[in-house]
């Protein structure tokens, strides 16, 4: 069974421009959650897709943060524009009804 | 609201040595814990979870944790450290009480020297 994929691994970005994360869950797991780990600090959740609805985006930082999630299918989570404080690490993870998460290798992203 | 510390921010132990990584929980209700590792450049990977059955709580790996009431502890141990368990370890305590909103302590990284 594959496991919850990330693209890309890495991203290198100037401030001010767009960058779009992608996550795709495994399959059959309508929960898919966006986690980040901003440089030194702890992993903090963001949102939370019950298939194509966002069932909790409370830890959402601000409004340049846009998290799709087409179909039900895969997640993209859009930052525009990027500021340094983006910095970080993003961490997908979906699972089952009332099951442990599964998590994604993260994508790296240092915005410049 | 729930929070977890995560006592050492890195240990280090030798081959073959007892492995204890601490953690302390600050839950307004009976709290669901877990423990994560993450390998280099792997997806976080549950090691173990309580869920108010048996306090002593068995994972995968020869891990086990024990969730401790009365002194908000939910230690992670191993009887033996091998080279593959360097990793960092988090300590993470459910906001909800399943598994929807994690809140993570700050990660251990473990060093295992020959």
């Known amino acids: 069974e594959a496991g919850v994929t990330q693209f890309p691994s890495h991203s290198v970005i100037e401030k001010g421009q767009t960058v779009t994360l992608r996550c795709d869950p495994i399959?059959?797991?309508?929960?898919l959650y966006w986690y980040r780990r901003v440089m030194g600090k702890e992993i903090k959740f963001l949102l939370h897709?019950?298939?194509?609805?966002?069932?909790?985006e409370s830890g959402m930082p601000n409004n340049r943060f846009l998290a799709e999630r087409t179909g039900g299918t895969y997640s993209t989570l859009k930052v525009q524009p990027a500021e340094l404080e983006d910095s970080g690490v993003y961490f997908c993870?979906?699972?089952?009804?009332?099951?442990?998460?599964?998590f994604g290798p993260g994508t790296r992203l240092t915005v410049l | 609201a729930q929070s977890v510390t995560q006592l050492d921010s890195h240990v280090s132990v030798s081959e073959g040595t007892p492995v204890l990584l601490r953690c302390n929980y600050s839950?307004?209700?009976?709290?669901?814990l877990f423990w994560y590792v993450q390998h280099p450049n792997k997806g976080l990977q549950l090691l173990l979870k309580?869920?108010?059955?048996?306090?002593l709580v068995k994972g995968i790996n020869g891990f086990e944790a024990e969730f401790k009431k009365s002194e908000t502890s939910f230690h992670l141990t191993k009887p033996s450290a091998h080279m593959s368990d360097a990793a960092e370890y988090f300590c993470?305590?459910?906001?909800?009480?399943?598994?929807?909103?994690?809140?993570f302590g700050a990660g251990t990284r473990l060093a295992v020297h020959p």
């Open positions: 839950s307004s209700y009976s709290p669901s």
């Open positions: 399959s059959g797991h309508d929960n």
């Open positions: 309580y869920t108010s059955a048996a306090t």
């Open positions: 993870a979906s699972s089952q009804v009332r099951a442990p998460l599964y």
């Open positions: 897709f019950v298939k194509e609805s966002k069932q909790d």
């Open positions: 993470v305590v459910s906001d909800t009480g399943g598994y929807n909103k994690l809140i």
